[in-house]
T-cell receptor, first 113, second 116 residues
Framework: KQEVTQIPAALSVPEGENLVLNCSFT??????LQWFRQDPGKGLTSLLL?????REQTSGRLNASLDKSSGRSTLYIAASQPGDSATYLC????????????FGSGTRLLVRP | GAGVSQSPRYKVAKRGQDVALRCDPI?????LFWYQQALGQGPEFLTY????????KSGLPSDRFFAERPEGSVSTLKIQRTQQEDSAVYLC??????????????FGPGTRLTVL
């Protein structure tokens, strides 16, 4: 059974720092991996989607990488801002189901002004 | 255009009561998903509809949970005889396609259910 783990569970950093969020998974047979942002009382917002054949995706200050062989993905946030404070979730689609997202438990990020 | 909407946003129920949670997907979206998110955890898959057909209900925790999408648009998740362990945020998502791996799921804001 696929398991997705995110470390750390919570992170507090001063504004301006670069930071890395980690996601690991136990079964490398995946279609893709996605990073979401969740703000309190709001739905999930998709940040980056990496197909299994890709190694990384970039959007603005965000960069996500994928290493299927080691079962790891990282989300790099450059020059963090207080507005980046949120919970970040990674989720993947395993090859046993093309539609079912399997989520990690998230990293709660606080960027202090 | 409107996104996925859910109602009510908050629901408090006494143990043993029945509740019904509504999801309005993005217009024209074929696929609809329900997820359950316990406090401090990531969302967990409950069920999947393609139009009005419920193709996967493997994630429903017990036979107290029932979901329907009778006309292939609005969906309702019903929980009978609620228990305290049912307290969670229930998220609905929809996607345009028929469940391919490349389909993007768009999430609603969720319904926070608290069972006392």
């Amino acid at each position: 059974k696929q398991e997705v783990t995110q470390i750390p569970a919570a992170l507090s950093v001063p504004e301006g720092e670069n930071l890395v969020l980690n996601c690991s998974f136990t079964d490398s047979a995946i279609y893709n991996l996605q990073w979401f942002r969740q703000d309190p009382g709001k739905g999930l917002t998709s940040l980056l989607l990496i197909q299994s054949s890709q190694r990384e995706q970039t959007s603005g200050r965000l960069n996500a990488s994928l290493d299927k062989s080691s079962g790891r993905s990282t989300l790099y946030i450059a020059a963090s801002q207080p507005g980046d404070s949120a919970t970040y979730l990674c989720a993947l689609k395993g090859m046993d189901s093309s539609y079912k997202l399997i989520f990690g438990s998230g990293t709660r990020l606080l960027v202090r002004p | 255009g409107a996104g996925v909407s859910q109602s009510p946003r908050y629901k408090v129920a006494k143990r043993g009561q029945d509740v019904a949670l509504r999801c309005d997907p993005i217009s024209g979206h074929v696929s609809l998903f329900w997820y359950q998110q316990a406090l401090g955890q990531g969302p967990e898959f409950l069920t999947y509809f393609q139009n009005e057909a419920q193709l996967d209900k493997s994630g429903l925790p017990s036979d107290r949970f029932f979901a329907e999408r009778p006309e292939g648009s609005v969906s309702t998740l019903k929980i009978q005889r609620t228990q305290q362990e049912d307290s969670a945020v229930y998220l609905c998502a929809s996607s345009l396609g028929t469940g391919a791996s490349t389909d993007t799921q768009y999430f609603g804001p969720g319904t926070r259910l608290t069972v006392l």
